[in-house]
């Protein structure tokens, strides 16, 4: 059976059960000190030379994943489960372990992006390949695109009507961070990993200023990041209830 059809076919049978498909929802780094188990307790960062305040991505992936969780838990027909819910660290295997779960169909780390003049969502998936080794089918890269793209084309649908710069770039393959590829290799490595849909969502470059004036600085900002959840858990409950690819074909 191809691994669509076994996600698909997990999916069916937990509702038909009465319980309701999972979503792992993993809030990029966190807490302080060395890494951990591949994990950076902050990657992206913006200080505001206006206000003087740092805004770290650790912090506004942790806000971000709390209320899609919330959102998704809200609509009862999907439920989320968190990898972190406060500001702590989380090593890479412990992520990952979490979605080893009855019924997990899908698993998206968020994060923010740095680049300071550079725009846009984008998703990251496991190639079939990373550094030589096999790391993921074909069928299921197929899938993790399809699932990433559904992603930031939510978040795109969100800041698009903020900034006309921040348009959704197609998934793109992991290549050169090495902790992402530590992830997903623990994710796969799991009893129900491989056929779970994964990705990494890159929500925006938070050290462009001119992105930071709409997303973090704003009159607006706290008010656009509850959009931008509202409209990922919009697609994460959809994805849920009906996986990408099982739409458009078959
Ligand atoms: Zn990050």
Redesign the pocket.
Known sequence: MRMKSVALLVAILSVARGELPIVVIDA??GGSGAELDHS?P???EFKSPRSGETYS??DL?LELSKEIARLVNESGQAKAVLTRTSDVNVGMQARAKTADLPGAIAFV?I????TPSAHGPVAVVQGEKYQGVPANTAAQLKRDKAFGDSLSKAVEAVTLKYDPASKAKPAQIFDR?P?GSHLFRYLRALERGKALDAC?L?IEFIDNPKVAAWLLEGESSAAIRKEIAASVAKALVEHAVAPADAKSKE
């Open positions: 990029g780094h950076s902050n990657n992206a991505e650790k992936t780390s994060h923010f992006n740095s961070k902790e990494f890159e």
